[in-house]
């Protein structure tokens, strides 16, 4: 990805204060409205569009698994497969790496790419501070704070909702499985239609850790990439706070 420093590129000025929206509905559109400059360090490329999996449309739901990388490779990353009756057969790889430059605070780096025989593609990548303040996003070939894009739902920190142009999800995670595991439930922005279901391990399980999943519905495809990214993030952002 090359980051770029474009006086041109801006983001829309929002109306609410930043990542509160009290009915889900209120969020920035990246294609338009008032002008608000980023710094330097991150700016938008409009080059070209997002990325986006484009796979066949599967009748039933699919759940793919985060599994270790096989020995020799990156221990700081991990796999994510689809089952065996997927007809898409591409992999995930979602990679962390620690930030430690001087001059911001300490973050996490995840990073994602899709993996299909040889060929390999930059999904999305994510930054992370420990205090969650900085909060950068890049879907493609465009950044942008996080505080763009995710904003809570009356302050919960378990509710969320995710608006990236027309792709609009929200993220509750607000219940809680037996073993401790928090149950995450993704539906469209404005409707009941559930897209995706994520169950990540419990944050105090002791290892081995039990594998976490991701259940993508038939509705759920067409914004595979977002469900992806955004779970990864409320895990992160849970996992911080816990």
């Given at each position: 990805?090359?980051?770029?420093s474009?006086?041109?590129?801006h ?5 609410h ?18 002008a ?14 997002p990325r ?7 009748k039933?739901?699919?759940?793919y698994t985060?599994i ?7 221990p700081?990353?991990?796999?994510m ?9 591409a ?5 962390v ?15 994602v ?9 930059f999904?999305g990548?994510f930054?992370l501070?420990?205090?969650h303040?900085r ?15 995710l904003?809570?739902?009356n302050?919960?920190?378990r ?7 027309e ?18 439930i993704?539906?469209?922005l ?16 002791p ?10 519905f ?9 469900i992806?990214?955004?779970?990864l993030?409320?895990?992160r ?6």
């Amino acid at each position: 990805m090359i980051v770029l420093s474009m006086p041109s590129a801006h983001l829309p000025r929002k109306s609410h204060s930043p990542q509160d929206s009290q009915d889900g509905t209120a969020s920035p559109n990246i294609n338009g409205g008032p002008a608000e400059p980023l710094p330097d360090y991150v700016t938008s490329n409009r080059s070209m569009p997002p990325r986006y999996s484009r796979v066949r449309r599967p009748k039933n739901p699919l759940t793919y698994t985060f599994i270790p990388p096989p020995e020799g490779g990156d221990p700081n990353s991990m796999l994510m497969v689809p089952p065996e009756n997927a007809g898409d057969k591409a992999q995930y790889r979602v990679a962390v790496t620690l930030n430690l430059n001087p001059f911001i605070p300490i973050s996490y780096r995840t990073c994602v790419h899709r993996l299909e025989g040889d060929h390999e593609s930059f999904i999305g990548d994510f930054e992370l501070s420990l205090d969650h303040r900085r909060a950068i996003i890049t879907i493609g070939d465009i950044t942008t704070r996080l505080s763009n894009v995710l904003f809570t739902i009356n302050s919960s920190p378990r509710h969320w909702t995710w608006r990236w142009d027309e792709i609009g999800l929200r993220w509750d995670c607000r219940t809680t499985l037996e073993d401790g595991s928090p149950m995450c439930i993704c539906y469209t922005l404005q409707s009941p239609i559930q897209l995706a279901s994520f169950v990540p391990p419990p944050l105090d399980a002791p290892p081995p850790f039990p594998e976490a999943v991701l259940t993508i519905f038939p509705d759920g495809h067409e914004c595979f990439d977002h469900i992806l990214l955004s779970a990864l993030i409320m895990q992160r952002k849970i996992g911080l706070e816990f």
